[in-house]
């Protein structure tokens, strides 16, 4: 119970603080993270994260195994440009 307390509390400041560019993927499906709140995650780290939505549930790596690893191919070796909203059907 108190571990579960401690993942549901407000994370923002950690999310801003991370430094390094950072790949966000969403399942569309998924009712684990709404698309608003994805959108607002990159908006807060503006030019330091991406998002990429992709046609899953919520354990997308499971769910859409080829656009997975395409999509993390493509971060790794920075094609597209910082910040770039990243949309996969």
Not at 38 to 59: D, F, S, Y
Not at 69 to 74: D, N, P
Request: glycine share 6%; with cysteine.
């Amino acid at each position: 119970m108190r571990s579960q307390k401690a993942l549901n509390g407000d994370h923002w400041k950690d999310w801003a603080s991370v430094s390094c560019p950072t790949l966000l993927i969403r399942g569309t499906r998924s009712d684990e993270l709404a698309a608003d709140h994805a959108r607002e995650m990159i908006a807060r780290r503006a030019g330091h994260a991406r998002l990429a939505e992709l046609p899953a549930g919520h354990v997308v790596h499971h769910n859409a195994q080829a656009q997975f690893a395409a999509t993390v191919r493509a971060f790794l070796s920075d094609s597209a440009e910082p910040g770039e909203f990243v949309r996969t059907a």
